[in-house]
């Protein structure tokens, strides 16, 4: 079994940054693909940020988030980072990274339902 920590949500005032970080712990050799997941009140969960966890870590991001947040691995330390830089007020959500123990590819790494762990969450608010 993998557990996932999620650790570094706050309340930052809008164009102000913050570090998300993910500690995985238990069989993490064997999970391929790690997302950063959001839901705001009243809205779906929505994928922001997805990392290859082997080989050369390829990233990816959706549209609303590319060349504002940076997603990373460390995995010595088993820990997957998402560092958001100038934040919105519609940032403001429940924080999530999940792992998959399948290479996800395409539309698969996008979706939810293709990942095998979650955390528990971290909350996000950007406001003045």
């Known amino acids: 079994q993998v557990q996932l920590v999620e650790s570094g949500g706050g309340l930052v005032q809008p164009g102000g940054s913050l570090r998300l970080s993910c500690d995985a712990s238990?069989?993490?050799?064997?999970?391929?693909?790690l997302g950063w997941f959001r839901q705001a009140p009243g809205k779906e969960r929505t994928a922001v940020a997805v990392i290859r966890w082997t080989g050369y870590g390829t990233k990816h991001y959706t549209d609303s988030v590319k060349g504002r947040f940076t997603i990373s691995r460390d995995n010595a330390k088993d820990t997957v980072y998402l560092q958001m830089t100038s934040l919105k007020p519609e940032d403001t959500a429940v924080y999530y990274c999940?792992?998959?123990?399948?290479?996800?590819?395409?539309?698969?790494?996008?979706?939810?339902?293709?990942?095998?762990?979650w955390g528990q969450g971290t909350q996000v608010t950007v406001s003045s």
């Open positions: 999940a792992l998959a123990d399948s290479r996800l590819i395409n539309s698969r790494m996008w979706l939810g339902d293709n990942y095998n762990y």
């Open positions: 238990g069989r993490t050799f064997s999970s391929y693909t």
